[in-house]
């Protein structure tokens, strides 16, 4: 009995020295220098192609030699945010340029150490209130620091807080725990009330928010869900920032391929 516990205790600590931060942040940090320079092989060298489950560029599985990733970028804010549970990353890129803007959100996702998947959300003018230069005003404003170890929410209290506002959708019984202050950023419009503002001013029904896929950082407070928008299944990323077990900032970007997806 003791020797099975002794032996799934080292197995569950190599298990998860499988996927430990700085081994995330290196692979991140290839994504951006290759985003950066427009090539992508010192970032391919961090994919695992024997599980290899193809890189998504607005939900469209995509040869990455045609993607976003071959065309330089002038980057002016990253944020990344590590899932060490799940061992997958978002990171929430801006291209803050009056003349060539953009809004990235891409989740990694990993087996055997490496990248098994790559899943961006890539905006643009035209694209859902998109705005680059409220998304890099408000973004920097902001407090998305480290929380203190003795405050962190469990993952799952991260993930059920999000849910919750994306059940919200399509359910109006659904229960939101709102912070106090909550502000939303929604492609580069920020609530009308301001950074100490309200994000319960209403959220539409009838929009089923499916194909959730998760990247949860406790330290940050934070999940990152890639879904599908509603009936016409748009490609969008929601960001929330949960302190206490309440949404503080939701940050959305939504690819709709019909400018300001035909509202
Ligand atoms: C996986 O394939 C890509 C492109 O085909 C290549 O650039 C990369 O080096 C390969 N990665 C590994 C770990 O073999
Ligand atoms: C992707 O495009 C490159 C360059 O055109 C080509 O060499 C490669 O075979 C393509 N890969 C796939 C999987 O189609
Ligand atoms: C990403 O952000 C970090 C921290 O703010 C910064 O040090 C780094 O230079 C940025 N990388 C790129 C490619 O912009
Ligand atoms: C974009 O956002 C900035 C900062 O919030 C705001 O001043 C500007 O009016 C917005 N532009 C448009 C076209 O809405
Ligand atoms: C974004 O770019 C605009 C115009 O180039 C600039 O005025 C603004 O200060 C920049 N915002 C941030 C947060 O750097
Ligand atoms: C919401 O609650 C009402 C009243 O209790 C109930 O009739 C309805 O079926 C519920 N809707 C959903 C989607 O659960
Ligand atoms: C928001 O609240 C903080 C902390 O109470 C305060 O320092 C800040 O000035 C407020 N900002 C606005 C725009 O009201």
């Given amino acids: 009995m003791l020797r099975t516990i002794a032996i799934a ?3 569950a600590a190599t298990a998860s020295a499988h996927c430990t931060r700085p081994l995330l942040k290196e692979a991140v940090d290839a994504y951006l220098t290759a ?8 970032f391919t060298t961090h994919f695992d192609n024997s599980t290899w489950l193809g890189y998504h560029e607005n939900s469209l599985k995509v040869n990455i030699t045609s993607g976003i990733l071959t065309k330089p970028l002038a980057i002016t804010h ?4 590590y899932d060490t549970s799940s061992c997958a ?3 929430e890129v801006i291209v ?6 953009y809004v990235i959100g891409t989740q990694l996702r990993f087996t055997n150490h490496k990248i098994n998947k790559v899943d961006s959300v890539v905006t643009r003018p035209g694209d859902w209130l998109f705005n680059v230069t409220g998304y890099a005003y408000w973004t920097a ?19 059920k807080a999000a849910d919750a506002y994306l059940d919200r959708f399509n359910n109006k019984n659904v229960t939101v725990p709102w912070g106090t202050p ?7 419009l920020y609530g009308d009330s301001g950074p100490n503002g309200t994000c319960n001013v209403g959220v539409p029904s009838g929009v089923p928010i499916t194909n959730r896929r998760y990247v949860i950082d406790e330290t940050l407070g934070s999940v990152d869900v890639l879904l599908d928008f509603g009936n016409s299944k748009w490609p969008d990323s929601h960001l929330f920032r949960v302190e206490t077990g309440k949404l503080r900032y939701v940050h959305t970007i939504t690819h709709c391929g019909i400018a300001n997806c035909g509202v």
């Fill in 141 to 159: 404003y902001e407090n998305w620091e480290t929380i203190p170890e003795e405050q962190r929410d469990t993952q799952l209290t991260i993930r």
């Fill in 96 to 101: 803050n340029s009056t003349t060539n803007p």
């Fill in 9 to 11: 205790t080292a197995f």
């Fill in 35 to 42: 985003q950066t320079t427009g090539h992508i092989d010192p």
């Fill in 78 to 81: 990253n944020r990344s945010f």
């Fill in 89 to 91: 990353t978002f990171t």
């Fill in 182 to 188: 909550c502000v939303r950023l929604e492609g580069g």
